[in-house]
């Protein structure tokens, strides 16, 4: 049988050790394209880039790997990965592994997982792999057993169409970790702040800092799984109809 | 009963049309606070700015009506100017009018959609308006009759916890809108393009330029109310978990 191709991505850079981890546990797998971007990219979200041009540097070949780097954002390489650099849509997407979560209502901020989303929009089975420690000397090594087994169930059998996963891990040794969770997405939010400066001028400026605020307190969420040491996955999909107030809003108008 | 407090906010910048129609409109429901971006920020979905410093402007500031401009995105409006503006959260929050549509998937990929999600995740009742014309020079005095009617609706009854809409409306003379229907966001997808060139160095650069593809084909679906001459309204929540999909995946640990 063929191997399948796989598209390899996320948003912290193609020097992330996150997405080295991530290659050297996919690649026995399948023939891998990494398209990623060229600097961090963390806080993205789901944005696309129109206003400005973009670059694809080939970055390194061989006969079963190939690595391109891009100045726009993931969902710009998912892009350009299917138009530029494959002609054809991959048969998997894997993007990370993250430099810290994505667990609860992150999904929404996170370029690791617009990526995933892309893939999912088109069709293709993809998972976003994340591990809880944003530091750039995070430990990936106790996470590589559990990507390569989800990323193995993902190729032997598929995923539902239009649903893709957002697969989040702990920062523990490995024998603490005590399995894998398939759960549903916490509620939270995020408590705003912002660290306020003046620059030399005397104008002021602002960096964001705020803080995420669990609300959720299922044992069926991503983020109780995650604080006690399950790898978590939510199944994800794209359809945000709020369809319990579809027939409450008629009778407005 | 004093007024409620109202923030404004847009992706296509202070300076668009579109946002200038929606502030005349809502002015008269209460005391107005508009903070949007210094330049156009479509296709920013979600993203939030953590990698560089954010800068806040006053650009006009009378008894009833404040004005401030900011170099992040919408969702760095929305948050600054919950911690930073205002001081307290804002009763109502409404984006646009967006040149252009935001129906089906494009809710994703829009920054008029994150602003009001990240008014949803702070719990307060918050509204998209978006015009199917992506012109500077679109007309939108149709749109206001609308536009006011559905503020009314929502200063007045409040949303469902977690909800906010997703309005996009018909660009076609007043007479010709056959009225409001209340949908599910409809099924699509983008088939990527790039427009490849040369800079005069002979390094390719691209442009992107992909079509949107619509697939959903119920008429109570955003895209048929939009593509019939109604203004459609989507229910819209942020959790994104394929419930349906959660029973089957656990068999696979």
Known sequence: MEKPLILITNDDSLKAPGIRALIETIRPLGRIVTVAPDRPQSGTA???????????????????????????????????????????????????????????????????????????????????????NYSLNADFNPSKKFVRNIAEKVIANGLPQGVCLNVNIPDVPGNLIKGIKVCRQSEGTWKEDFDEREDPNGRKYYWMKGVFVNIGDGQDTDQWALDNNYVSVVPVQF???????????????
């Open 46 to 132: 789901h944005a696309v880039t129109i206003s400005h041009m973009l670059r694809l540097d080939l970055v390194s070949k061989s006969t079963d790997y190939e690595e391109y780097c891009c100045n726009g954002t993931p969902a710009d390489c998912v892009k350009l990965a299917f138009k530029i650099v494959l002609n054809r849509r991959p048969d998997f997407i894997f993007s990370g592994i993250n430099h810290g979560t994505n667990t609860s209502i992150n999904i929404i901020y996170s370029g690791t997982m617009a990526a995933v989303l892309e893939g999912a929009l088109a069709g293709i089975p993809s998972v976003g792999f994340s591990l809880n």
């Open 239 to 253: 359809d945000l109809t709020a369809t319990q107030a579809i027939d409450p809003l008629k009778s407005w108008f």
